[in-house]
């Protein structure tokens, strides 16, 4: 009998899902010993009654590399080991549903499970190996925060569409002479703000690793605008913050949605710019969503598919409670324990960084 192996995709989606789950699904048919099989919305449509399934083959994923999001659906809602639970009230309780998740994995004939998911969603991998499961990880965020991986895919798109923006807003803001902020991505590290700023070149580049001095701000304005025109495109974290300030944040009131939302920095540093004195027109941008859809870029897609025959290959020897990892030029596996470890962060003194200041970029410090 085949051996089976089921795909999900967790979390926030991410140009290159659906070229990971082409690897997958294309190594596989390789042999004659596996199947593959996906869970609709996470794992989710493991836990649903009726189950959500379906059989991956290479009918399934032929050409998918090339779109966007994931053909198997996502969710930042619940999982197995917080399942929201409506009472007679009207409130919502989360129980815990992996011992019974794993025994009805079993029951279907699965063999090994592979999380295609961010940090959380490796966080809950590592729980359901401690639990017994097969479980391999593959590393998805745009933000690409995870220490254990030089890339993750999805990032590198998320930059180009950022650096587009950047792009755009640069003839927009020299036409009127104005200041435009433009807020992107990136909750806990800066790399889509700044690889978008160097790229696009901005004058201003905010991130979260570094807080900002307001007075830093206006100083390069006073001097763009020196002799009454100029322009100042700046380019914001969503995680960035004052030094005297937090990070704007409010709880989800989706039910199961743990993560905290942010945004709205872009239009706090506006109004903050405005109330030190700042006169010059000024407009703010806020990328969101747009940096997460569509069509992954060569690198994405390149990396993406590399992630998935190494999954694959990783389920064919065996080799469990790891996150396959791109070290370059390889590509590699870590225990979950260490993937989930440490966020990723852009170091102040990194050379990416040094580059930003070489080029006379402010980053609201000095
Ligand atoms: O973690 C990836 C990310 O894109 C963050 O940069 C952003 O804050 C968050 O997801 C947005 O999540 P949601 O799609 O739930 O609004």
């Known amino acids: 009998m085949r051996k089976r192996v089921l795909v999900l995709t967790g979390g926030g989606d991410c140009p290159g899902l659906n070229a990971v789950i082409r690897g997958i699904v294309k190594r596989a048919a390789q042999t004659e010993d596996w199947e593959v099989i996906g869970s609709i919305q996470s794992f989710d449509g493991v836990l649903r009654e009726p189950t959500e399934i379906m059989t991956l083959d290479e009918k399934t994923v032929s050409g ?36 019974e998740m794993i025994r009805k994995l079993q029951y279907m004939g699965v063999n090994a499970v592979i999380n295609i998911g961010g940090d959380g969603s490796q966080r809950i991998s590592q729980t359901l190996f401690e639990k017994g499961l097969n479980i391999i990880g593959v590393p998805k965020t745009i933000d690409n925060d995870l220490s254990a991986t030089d890339y993750t895919f999805g990032f590198q798109t998320a930059v180009q569409i950022a650096t587009e923006a950047v792009d755009r807003l640069t003839t927009t803001a020299a036409s009127h002479n104005r200041v435009i902020i433009l807020e992107v991505m990136g909750r806990d590290a800066g790399w889509i703000a700044l690889n978008a700023a160097i790229a696009g070149g901005a004058e201003v580049c905010l991130i979260p690793e570094i807080p900002y001095d307001i007075n830093k701000i206006m100083d390069v ?6 002799t009454g025109t100029g322009h100042v495109n700046i380019v914001i974290s969503e995680g960035a913050r004052p030094v005297d300030g937090q990070v704007l944040s409010h709880e989800s009131e989706e039910v199961g949605n743990m993560n905290l939302k942010l945004g709205g920095i872009a239009n706090k540093l506006l109004n903050d710019l405005k109330a030190n004195g700042c006169e010059v027109d000024m407009r703010e941008t ?5 940096q997460r859809g569509g069509t992954p870029i060569a690198f994405d897609r390149i990396l993406a598919t590399q992630f998935g025959v190494k999954a694959m290959e990783m389920a064919m020897e065996g080799t469990y409670g790891e996150m396959v990892a791109y070290h370059h030029p390889d590509i590699v596996s870590v225990p979950f324990l260490e993937a989930i470890s440490k966020y990723k962060v852009v170091r102040p003194n990194s050379s990416l960084v040094h580059t930003a200041r070489g080029i006379g970029m402010c980053l609201g410090d000095e």
Do not use: N, Y
Not at 68 to 95: C, H, M, N, R, Y
Not at 221 to 226: A, E, S
């Open 221 to 226: 304005i006073k001097k763009r605008f020196k």
């Open 64 to 99: 998918i590399h090339v779109q966007g999001g994931t053909i198997l659906g996502t969710t930042t809602k619940g999982g197995p080991l917080a399942w929201p639970v409506q009472e007679k009230d009207g409130s919502w309780s989360f129980i815990d549903r992996s011992d």
């Open 286 to 290: 806020v990328l969101g969503h747009l």
